[in-house]
């Protein structure tokens, strides 16, 4: 177990990522095998579910099993969506992808496109990062110019037409159904579920959306199998992932490795902790994955099972490093105003919970703390968890409960003596700018 | 009301959807018409509503629901830094002190002569970059010293 470059392989940074870099990358080869051999979409579909492939947005779904919830036969349009929204505090794999390999995320799209007999599909992408959005536009011109996208691909009766469409500032808009409002022009706020986006999607129609790793993995096992890419990995959690490493490391970034190599491996890929200092918690999924201590982080490997073991979640696979130097009620306090910021108001639970965790941490951090304010914190997320539409909710309240659980003591000196327990010099020298040698 | 240049840009977009479907393309034809006229009036989001044949508050909606439109006149350049957890590890609330020192404003202000407004930011999808911001919503500056900062704003000030 350890680094391997599937999605990530044979990149040069900013100078390879046009078509004719991907062709001789060995791109797009999958598609047209498929197209010449006219392989049956049922064994496309056989062969991902083979990858045991999980959805790299977050939820970890298995990808396969998902594509086969799409009606086969439906009389009308079908759409397949791209979540390039990646806007979860900590994750940003899914930039480097559509930057530097953009084309593997459109043959994915393809491929997934002929197996679920969709006729258009759309990749949303994250506002902010707008000059990616540019390229990708680049990206799908070069495809339809080489017969990959558009009427009759490749000289075959099989039609997919893909666009790009940009989000403007809003977190929820990665929920998928809320993305589908989005395209649709609208409030970007999520849908009751059922019904499910595969029978009641994008204008009302059946659709699939995944995450931009998800597509990215899709070329790999269509080329060297389904079981060459989840040997890569371990059972249960096939292939390899992007882990993007932020925080209080030497070298920050994204690092493609098989899933089951150890925490402590891919620590030091990251050129260990900055300073020599010492681990103090890991938020290994994202910033609504549950925090993990250092002592039982340092005993995970990187796959689903082992890190919902530890009792947190892979989630996108953001894995945000906080040293000694780190308060950690400053922390989660910053990270629930994000939560109040982000709900989008549609649900009392949620839009007035999270206000309140955030007003709660926030009078804790700043010396007014009570002494049952972690009773309330408590209570405050019980009554928001599992009450809500989406899962925004639940992403707001494991953070609180996890912070609380695993670094009470630390709120618990807050409450009481009004101020933080590392001191504030400190924690300013140790999350003072840090460029590392990336850049 | 919106340029030639700006509507057939708007046309572009449509042409992505369903030919039912033109609402699709809101908030692209909003960006488009807030990149030409610096920021969205309540004239603008009409003028895009009408263009787009759908009723004006549905647009005024979608233009006060996302983050990166704005509502108000902005400064010529407006700075939007990273302080989300993340990038805070690595100096994104230093950056962000460093620019309201350096231009003397807060979040959410405009310095007098107009030129450069400030806002805090969300994670903008490019932690391993932080300290990050983005100059007028499009441009993304990463790893930013202070020595880039400044560098920065004197080639802004120009
Ligand atoms: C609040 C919220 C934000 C989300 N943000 C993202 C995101 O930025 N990118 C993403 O792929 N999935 C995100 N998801 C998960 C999506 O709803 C969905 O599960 C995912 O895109 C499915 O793709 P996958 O099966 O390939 O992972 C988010 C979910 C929630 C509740
Ligand atoms: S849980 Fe929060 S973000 Fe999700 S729909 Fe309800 S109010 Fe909106
Ligand atoms: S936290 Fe700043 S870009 Fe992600």
Known sequence: MSARNLILADLDGDRTWRLQDYLARGGYA?????IAESTPPADIIAEVKASVLRGRGGAGFPTGLKWSFMPRSFPGAK?????????????????????????????????AAYAMGCERGYNYIHGEIFEVYDRFEEALAEARAAGLLGDKIL???FSFDLFAHHGYGAYICGEETALLESIEGKKGQPRFKPPFPASYGLYGKPTTINNTETFASVPFILRDGGETFLNYGKPNNGGTKLFSISGHVNRPGNYEIELGTPFSELLEMAGGMRGGRKLKGVIPGGSSSPVVPADIMMDCTMDYDSISKAGSMLGSGAVIVMDETTCMVRALERLSYFYFEESCGQCTPCREGTGWLYRVVHRIEHGLGRPDDLDLLNSVTTNIMGRTICAL?????????????????????????????VPDDVQREGSKIYVGPSC | MLSQESLKLID???????????QSAVMAALRIAQQEKGWLARETIDAVASYLDMPAIAAFEVASFYNMYDLEPVGEHKITVCTNLPCALSGGVHAADYLKQKLGIE?????????????????????????????????MCSWMTTEKIDQLLADLAK
């Open chain 1, 155 to 157: 000289g075959s009766d």
């Open chain 1, 393 to 421: 909710g639940d992403a707001a309240s494991m953070p609180v409960q996890s912070f609380v659980k695993h670094f009470g003591d630390e709120f618990a000196y807050h409450i009481e003596h009004k101020t933080c327990l």
């Open chain 1, 79 to 111: 759409y397949l969506a791209c979540n390039s929204d990646e806007g979860e505090p900590g994750t940003f794999k899914d930039r480097d992808i559509l930057r530097y390999n953009p084309h593997s995320v459109i043959e994915g799209m393809i491929i």
């Open chain 2, 107 to 139: 979040f959410n202000e405009t310095t007098p002569d107009g030129k450069f407004t400030l806002k805090e930011g969300e994670c903008m999808g490019a932690c391993g970059d932080a300290p990050v911001l983005l100059h007028n919503n499009h441009k």
């Open chain 1, 30 to 34: 999958a598609l047209k095998k498929i």
């Open chain 2, 12 to 22: 572009v977009e449509v042409a992505k959807y369903p030919s039912d479907q033109k």
